[in-house]
Structure formats: structure tokens, C-alpha cells
């Protein structure tokens, strides 16, 4: 996992894919790039010989085409699907930007002029594995010129995390009014409750402490005295998953005699 931290200041952690599951999807790329090469190659070729074009036309058509096969085709996959070619789709992957967001056109031509180096100097792809080894997010050339990384997009969304409210907050937190309480501010908070645990005892304190006087100061309200930051934010989110989440309905009349 990897920790990005987007334009509007909101913590994103995403799974960082590695070599095998990049190199897996290469190869997919690779054999749809030869198949195309196999297929626009040898096409071109037909059509400028009808044509009556020249071996200096039909040279150029050739490099033209192997181009447009091998940077051509991820750079144009890329740019229209934001990040992810059909190697990509087929393993689950995508290509994003530094701080999370998708990538542009910009980034596209980047990648795909820098896998020249990366795949194909040595004819191996050595370069690239090699350089993605040193890197901590797995990052090939083309990656850190451009600014990008290649993340997991079908990882398994963890269950929502039901906060339980203290007994002794629970009059205080529902006399709240909780529209000044912004999702990024509430995914924060969430994070805190969640992660409290793995903190040491003085980030507990501090970060909590500061969560608390955000939130407050975002309510218009007093922090309630005596009570450790854990309390009084787990009463706020959970009071905000409560209203967030509507009653179960009433079952009629005559189902609860036969039950």
C-alpha cells in the first residue's frame, strides 16, 4: 500500500502494483501489439505497392507503423481510458498520478516515449525491472519522469467500520448539528478511530487533540471536558452514521403476531 495525498488535502491509500502482476500485463500488451504489427505491417505494404509507391515510401510506412505499434497504441489506450490498456484492464491495473488522480495525455506520451529505454534498449526489459526493484512504489523510468504509478484498481473494499458511541456522549452528540462536518474531515476522523490502536500513546494524544478542536470548531461547539479525544470523536461519527444510515422499517402488525 501506498499513501497519496490528493489536490483537496484527502489521504488515499491504494495497493502498489509490482513486477510480476506489471510484467504479466505486459506480456498481454505485448502479444495484442503483435498481433497489430503482424496485421498493419505487411498491410501497408500491400496498399503502397498498389499504390505504386517506392521502396524508400514503403521503408518509411514500415518504421512508421512499428512506431506507431510500439508507443503509439499504450500512449492512445492510456489517454482514453485514463491510465489503463488492455494489458492493464485484463490484470486489474491503472496508472495514476502522483497524488492519486488520473493521468492525461501528458503523462500518457511520457510513459510510452520512456519505454523505449525501459523495454526495449536491451531488448529485455531488464531496465525496467531493474529500476523498479530500487524504487519503493515499483516505479519503471517512464514512472518517474512523468510522475506516475501503477496501482491495483480492483482491490476489495474493506466493510464499513460501525462506531459504537460512548453512553455518557450519546445526549451530547445528538444535539449536534453535523452539516459543518465535511466528508474529507469525517474520513479523517475515521481513520483515527481505526488506526488508534497501531499509534504510539503520544500521537494518540496529540493527533486526537487535534481532531477534536477541528471538529468542534467545525461544529460551532464546545469539546465536552473530561473526556479523552477517542470518546468524543467516535460520538461524533458515530451519531453521523447513525442519521447517515435510516431506521429498519416497522414490520406490520401481523407478521409480528406470527413471529
Known sequence: MALFTTGEAVAVELPIARIPTRAAAFLLDLCVQLILGLVLV????????????????????????????????????????????????????????????????????????????????????????????????????????????????????????????????????????????????????RRYLIRFGTLTPVVQDQLGRTLVLTVCARLHTPPPNGYPPLMILGAVLSERQRRAFPPPPARPAYARAVA
Open 42 to 189: 505487411p498491410g501497408s505494404q500491400v496498399l503502397l505497392s498498389r499504390w505504386g509507391a517506392d521502396s524508400a515510401w514503403r521503408d518509411t510506412a514500415m518504421v512508421v507503423t512499428v512506431v506507431a505499434v510500439l508507443i503509439g497504441y499504450p500512449v492512445l489506450g492510456e489517454t482514453l481510458t485514463r491510465g489503463r490498456s488492455l494489458g492493464k484492464m485484463a490484470l486489474g491495473l491503472r496508472v495514476v498520478r502522483g497524488d492519486g488522480g488520473p493521468i492525461d495525455f501528458r503523462h500518457a506520451v511520457t510513459r510510452g516515449l520512456s519505454g523505449i529505454v525501459d523495454f526495449w534498449m536491451l531488448g529485455t526489459g531488464l531496465i525496467a525491472v531493474v529500476v523498479s526493484l530500487c524504487s519503493p512504489n515499483a516505479r519503471r523510468i517512464g514512472d518517474a519522469l512523468a510522475g506516475t504509478v501503477v496501482v491495483h484498481d480492483r482491490s476489495r473494499l474493506p466493510f464499513a467500520a460501525l462506531v459504537v458511541p460512548p453512553p455518557w456522549l450519546q445526549g451530547w452528540a445528538r444535539q449536534l448539528e453535523l452539516s459543518g462536518l465535511s466528508d474529507e474531515l469525517a474520513l479523517a476522523v
